[in-house]
């Protein structure tokens, strides 16, 4: 989660009337889509008994395409805090009537993956894809982390997706050696009946430390119109930095995610998580998040709390007994070129912590550029000084982000 940085402390006034008035205005929106979602609703299944009544050969492909599930959706893996706020470049299609013309990304879609397209395979299996993910994180106070990780994706005849993740990070301390960590991780991937399920499971193998075992299940279904409920559960090591990694901190954490798609320009996004520690800490997690887009630009809210039982062992990772961070957004995304996507964001609002406030704060900047039909590839970047989940630090947080992606 990425806010910008810190505004003055004696203009809180006016930033508070600004985000009462953000909030007020989002919600306010929030009463009007659900009813344009009502109708929405009552026209597509009009549709659909007007369309079921037609019994000629030339109409029974659009017959056919009528009754496909359509809400194949996934939802990706929340590594930190901090990433639960940001933008993947992705698209959602909830239902045929409630298409956008403007098929740009919504913000929240880091959670949930694109429907993917009915192949007619003469093969058994086929390689689909590779990923190659990336990112660096410098707190600016002697915190350096960098991510590297490579996904090859492998499609079976039976729509069974078999993965296989690995990667070369590192993690630096000021005045502590650093820790170099190769991932191997296998995933499966298969549809049973309206139901996605996900299953990965591996190890961590460190250059001076202990290897050890992860694992991570999720699971989406579509529930109501435009509603789609995830389920979520993941035992790992805490890699947030050298001092995580060096006390061997590893965390349990479940809970569910709901997304809604109110109509094609308005979405609420909600998630909860209760997380048990090795060392006998626990934590609870919620993030809430609406966004209403106006052609290429968005406004949205997003509100997040966290709550430790007690304060974990100094120099291990940040546990507030009180954490509480709610911002307003205002973002744009469009074509530069015909091949160049970006998008802009900026957000501001406010963190609570121990019952102590002070501004918070985001900007970030994100390309995507089209290579080929079959290749793309993204840049981004963020500063936040949200305190941050492994230290608690509040600092000029910057995060380089990239990703290429190849289909084959």
């Given amino acids: 989660m990425d806010f910008i940085k810190c505004f003055p402390f004696n203009k809180s006034m006016r930033l508070s009337k600004l985000l009462k008035s953000t909030f007020f205005t989002l919600y306010f929106w929030l009463f009007i889509s659900i009813t344009e979602a009502s109708l929405f609703a009552q026209e597509q299944q009009l549709y659909i008994e007007n369309i079921e009544k037609i019994n000629s050969d030339e109409n029974q492909e659009s017959k056919t395409l009528l009754n496909k599930d359509i809400y194949n959706l996934q939802f990706a893996t929340l590594k930190e805090i901090e990433d639960l706020n940001k933008i993947a470049d992705k698209i959602l299609i909830v239902s045929p009537s409630m298409k956008m013309s403007d098929r740009k990304s919504l913000p929240i879609e880091e959670f949930i993956a694109s429907p993917k397209k009915e192949l007619v395979m003469t093969d058994y299996a086929v390689l689909e894809s590779m990923i190659i993910n990336y990112q660096t994180d410098d707190d600016k106070n002697g915190q350096y982390n960098q991510i590297i990780e490579p996904t090859w994706k492998l499609r079976f005849k039976d729509d069974t997706v078999i993965s296989f993740q690995t990667g070369f990070n590192s993690f ?3 005045k502590k050696r650093s820790i170099y960590n ?13 139901v996605n399920l996900n299953l ?3 190890i961590d193998i460190y250059d001076r430390l202990a290897t050890t075992a992860n694992i991570e299940v999720n699971a989406s279904i ?3 119109n435009g509603v789609t409920l995830f389920g979520f559960f993941e035992q790992r090591p805490y890699k947030s930095n050298v001092n995580t990694l060096e006390n061997q901190i590893k965390i349990r954490r479940f809970g569910p995610n709901i997304y809604w798609q109110i109509d094609p320009n308005t979405a609420l996004f909600s998630l909860y998580r209760w997380g048990d520690y090795n060392d006998g800490n626990t934590d609870q997690q919620s993030f809430s998040r609406l966004e209403r887009k106006f052609g290429q630009f968005a406004i949205a809210a997003n509100l997040f709390t966290w709550f430790y039982e007690r304060e974990a062992t100094p120099n291990t990772y940040f546990s507030p007994r009180d954490f509480l961070v709610y911002t307003g957004e205002l973002s744009w995304q ?3 070129f015909n091949f160049l996507n970006c998008r802009l964001a900026i957000s501001s609002g406010e963190q609570r912590v121990d019952a102590i406030f002070s501004p ?4 970030q900047a994100k390309c995507v550029v089209k290579v080929s039909p079959n290749i793309e590839a993204d840049l981004g970047y963020a500063f936040s000084n949200v305190r941050k989940s492994d230290t608690g630090d509040s600092s000029k947080n910057e995060t380089i982000s990239g990703q290429l992606r190849m289909k084959f």
């Fill in 172 to 174: 630096n301390l000021s």
């Fill in 334 to 336: 469009g074509d530069i």
């Fill in 360 to 363: 918070a704060s985001s900007y």
């Fill in 222 to 224: 579509p529930v109501l």
């Fill in 182 to 194: 190769t991932p191997l991780q296998f995933g499966i991937g298969k549809k049973l009946g309206s």
């Fill in 200 to 202: 990965r499971a591996g």
